[in-house]
């Protein structure tokens, strides 16, 4: 099945403003949301395979006061180690076929074996995922091995390098995806695109985030009206209740990082690479 989406060019002929990128990853979301949906729903479900687990055995979640202590008994049952190993790479993998889908409407190309194409790309998502706490690791091995007053400089400079290092290697995982590219140089070619951005960066994603808690905050608010009428005092269907709408929510929130994702990637891409003249080159041979 091909699907199209009309009236955009991804990537885009010119760089864009932060307005621009954020209204390109809009168009995208739109344009692809109802094809990404199901890959979403099933990626917050894996991520949730041992809570899941836990409630089937009539065990609460880790959530409340008691929290951590939930948390520590709960790892501590044979097999939860397991689940939440799974979850985490099948989040990944439906992760990476929304990436695909997306690229797929984008280029009007038939959509289809996307979860496998994925999974094919699972090494190199925990190659790059070993790269990236590797980096953290030694951001904090200077601040761990002093005292005093310096590890608290140390700490501190360690906090505003790893900042940095975040938005450096914030393409990575995109490019690991939609390049097919191997982990160290997604990496690589992620910190290339981005240098010189930050900034830029911060301020598009900063926006980005303040969209999504303010969708998050609006639903959650009627989701827990609702619950709370509906469930008429009920634990345990308030508790069903708002585990649907934590579904609903990371299934409609996924397809929009993504977006964000390829949207910044696209408008990188115009600038550092010159994809936007290649596309004139093509548009007038």
């Keep these: 099945m091909i699907f199209q989406m009309t009236d955009a060019l991804y990537p885009p002929r010119r760089p864009l403003s932060v307005g621009e990128i954020l209204d390109l990853t809009f168009r995208i979301y739109r344009a692809t949301l109802v094809t990404c949906l199901l890959f979403a729903a099933l990626g917050v479900m894996a ?8 409630l089937a055995r009539g065990r609460p979640l880790a959530q409340g006061p008691n929290a951590l202590q939930v948390a520590l008994a709960q790892l501590r049952e044979p097999g939860i180690d397991l689940l939440y190993l799974v979850g985490a790479i099948l989040t990944v993998v439906f992760y990476g076929a929304i990436l695909l889908r997306q690229r797929a409407v984008l280029s009007e190309r038939a959509a289809g074996g996307e979860v496998t194409a994925a999974m094919r790309r699972v090494p ?3 190659g790059l995922g070993l790269l990236y706490l590797f980096g953290c690791v030694v951001c904090f091995v200077p601040a761990y091995v002093t005292g005093g007053s310096v590890r608290v400089l140390l700490a501190f400079l360690a906090i505003l390098v790893l900042s940095y290092a975040i938005v450096a290697v914030s393409c990575a995982q995109t490019i690991l995806f ?7 140089a997604s990496f690589k070619r992620s910190w290339r695109l981005t240098s010189g951005s930050f900034w830029r960066l911060s301020v598009i994603y900063s926006v980005a985030l303040v969209i999504l808690f303010a969708l998050y905050a609006v639903t959650g608010g009627v989701a827990g009206f609702l619950a709370g009428v509906l469930g008429h005092g009920d634990f345990a269907m308030v508790t069903a209740f708002a585990g649907v709408v934590g ?3 990371g299934a409609l929130a996924t397809p929009f990082y993504t977006a964000l994702g390829l949207a910044v990637l696209g408008d990188l891409s115009v600038r550092k690479e010159g994809a936007d003249l290649e596309q004139r080159i093509s548009a007038t041979a």
């Design 124 to 126: 190199a998502v925990i």
């Design 47 to 54: 991520g949730q395979l041992a809570n899941i687990y836990t």
């Design 247 to 249: 579904v609903a929510l």
């Design 178 to 184: 939609i390049d097919g590219a191997g982990p160290l």
